[in-house]
Structure formats: C-alpha cells, structure tokens
C-alpha cells in the first residue's frame, strides 16, 4: 500500500502542483464541475488563515507534499519551528527545492509515515493536516500519533474529502482517484470524523463544503 502511495505520488512537479492549484484549464474543469464546485486553493487559504502570522510555537505539517499552498504562508511566519513530514520522498524533494527558492529556512523536511510519528509525545502546539486524512492508508494510526504528538491545548487543524456528501466525488474517490493511489479507501464520512476527534478533542470549527471538510480542534 504504501509503495503504491510512493509511485502515485512520484509524478512530475508540474503536473501535480499544476493540478492541486487548477491551473490548467482541465484540472479547473475536473475541479469545479465535478469535485462538487469546491476550490482547493480556496479552502487552503482558509485553513491556513487559522494559523496566525505571529505564530511562535513548534508546529508539524503532515503530509507536507510539495508545499504548493503553504511556501507563502511559511515565508512569513518567521518565529515558527515547522517540521514537514511525507511518505514520498519525491514530494519532499520538490517542497524542498521550492522553500530554498523562497528563502525559507525555519522548515525541517523529514521522511516518514503519520502512523508512526518520530517525534516524542505532547511535542507540538499545532498539527496541520492538508489534504491528507483521505490518503493515508492507516487512519486510525494517523489519528492516534498525531494526538500522541500535539500537547494538551494544541490545535490539530484539518482538511480533506469526505465520503457520503456528494454522489459525483464520492463516484470519482473510490473509481479514480482511489485506482490512481492518490486516495485510500475506506473514507470516512462527517459522523465518523465526529466520532474520532469529539472524545479527545474540543472542536472550535468543523464546517462541510461540497465534499470537504475543514475543521479546527483543540486537545483536552
Ligand atoms: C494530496 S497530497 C497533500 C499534500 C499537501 N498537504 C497539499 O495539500 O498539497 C497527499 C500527500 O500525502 C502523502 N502521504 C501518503 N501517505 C502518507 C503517510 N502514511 N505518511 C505521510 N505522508 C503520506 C503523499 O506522499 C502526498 O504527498
């Protein structure tokens, strides 16, 4: 599964980064037509807001790909310690040509698999998750280190598709993108997402668009 992960994900940069952030007209098509009218970069930019600028703490993107959404965002939160951790080595390969270009030297990239955190337990003040609770193989690992990680009062911040909302990307998760490995069934829907974070998390925003979700929680 996760050598699948790897080869799905080993595709050229322009072509992933061109596709994520719809700048090609056919990933504009395939994205507003068909995933449910959703904008990705619009719902990065939203998620991200939830970060402030003056951020001071130590905070981990996971998985970090290539750093399309969030090179701007890391450029100026200068007080940060980020960690940016993925599977793919190839994804890191990109998101740490494209930091270097943009001079961005507070963000440690770093190989690995969510469900099996190298970092101590209570490390982090933030976790933010971007578009990756739909790919992970192992949801429940991911679910279980990333809350072993945050500290007690941290904010795990959150975006990613949710199956049940919409019948045309419910369609498209499980035919395409789960054949091309760029998603991993099974998906959880809106109640299941409830159930996970509300034991262990306090939730400051949860909201559904189209087929998304982005949420913000804080830790008990
Ligand atoms: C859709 S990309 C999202 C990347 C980035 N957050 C963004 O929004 O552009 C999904 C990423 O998840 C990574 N990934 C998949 N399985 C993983 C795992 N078990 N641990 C860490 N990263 C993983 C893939 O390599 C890929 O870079």
Redesign the pocket.
Known sequence: M?DK??SS?RMSRSFYDDF?TQSSWWSRLYFNLLWGGVDDTEI?RRVLRWIPYDFAGRML??????A???VEKYKRMKGAEIYG????RD?LQRAEARLREAQVSNVTLQQ????SLPFPDSHFDYVLC???LH????KEG?YSEILRTLKAGGMLIACFYVAGEQKVPDFLAKHFMARMG?FTPPFDGVADVRRRLEPKYDIVNFEVEGAMLYFRARKK
Do not use: K
């Open positions: 996760a992960i790897t994900y994520i990065a993107d996971v998985p970090v790909g290539s399309v959404f969030t951790l993925d599977y793919s994804m690995g698999d969510v469900a971007m578009n990756g790919v992970f193989p192992n991911a760029w």
